[in-house]
């Protein structure tokens, strides 16, 4: 019964892996194409050639090993990307170039397919099954030398012409920072983040002293209920089978409760304190004067 379960264990856990591993294929997108390729991006051997650029928009690393790129739509596993190069393993927004160099033997990264700047591209990208279809575009006829086709924001679906080529890299760079800007145009002195600044670490600081309060109550009330326990706990073994309490067990449990109970009462001091009490007195309101001497008889 437990290799059954074991065995369905991992049966689900190979399940949920295929899956997870087919789901971000699917993220892969072909994200940007240079057909003519005069003064730009070198390959490996020193070669300016035709590339396109795939882009992982998932949050998890995705490797495109055994899946194809293909510029015919009748022929969707003409190139298949070989298998056992790590550096397949796409990470998470990043990129990979392939050079459309006719040349497969180059290396996994050269396809077997170039580009014609002449008349329409089109690049297709399928899963490993090779009818999936993960992507694809028609690169336009009568592209210009190094001005690259593809996506302004990477892996979003618009597509137009852009002179920032940027292999291997992201199409949209950032060189602002839109919060910082933001704040120089509104908060010229800083007076409001200085004042935001303040409200966090003073709030900080208030829920902090809530927290520490309470865990502070909660110990000691979980302390007197022990105490107070082990207390009833004591009484009972104490009291015998006839019901009556000896002198010492109730000396002890007075004992107890008043250590238990010591915040709640005034300490006492075994300090016998004699003041000296001034009234006025007069003979007149003596009561040695109001007697009368027994008659003698």
Not at 181 to 188: I, R, S, V, Y
Request: glycine share 6%; charged share 25%.
């Amino acid at each position: 019964m437990v290799r059954k379960k074991i065995g369905a264990a991992l049966l689900f856990a190979l399940l949920v892996s295929v899956g997870a591993q087919a789901q971000s294929v699917s993220s892969m997108r072909i994200n940007e194409v240079l057909v003519v390729n005069e003064d730009n991006y070198q390959d490996d051997y020193g070669k300016k050639n035709a590339w396109i650029e795939l882009y992982n928009t998932s949050a998890g690393t995705v490797n495109v090993a055994g899946c194809y790129l293909t510029d015919d739509r009748n022929n969707p596993k003409k190139y298949p990307i070989p298998k056992g190069d790590v550096q397949t393993k796409i990470s998470p927004n990043q990129h990979v170039l392939f050079w459309a160099d006719g040349i497969a033997d180059r290396g996994t990264f050269h396809v077997n397919f170039t580009l014609d700047p002449s008349k329409d591209n089109y690049i297709a990208f399928y899963d490993a099954d090779g009818r999936t279809l993960v992507d694809e575009i028609t690169v336009p006829t009568g592209q210009l030398a190094d001005i690259s086709y593809g996506r302004p924001v990477d892996g979003k679906n618009e597509w137009a012409q852009l002179k920032k080529v940027t292999p291997s890299t992201n199409n949209l760079t950032l060189d602002k920072n839109y919060k910082i800007e933001n704040f120089k145009a509104n908060d010229t002195w800083g007076v409001g983040m200085t004042l935001t600044s303040m409200a966090v670490v003073f709030i900080g600081l208030i829920l902090l002293y809530f927290v520490f309060k309470g865990t502070g109550k909660i110990s000691v009330s979980a302390s007197h209920r022990r105490a107070s326990k082990a207390i009833v706990g004591t009484v009972a073994e104490a009291v015998p089978a006839s019901g009556e309490i000896s002198g010492e067990v109730l000396a002890a449990i007075a004992v107890s409760l008043y250590e238990l109970d010591e915040d709640k009462h005034d300490i006492e001091h075994t300090v016998l304190t004699i003041e000296k009490v001034k009234r006025n007195y007069s003979p007149w309101s003596s009561k040695i004067y109001t007697l009368r001497e027994t008659p003698r008889k």
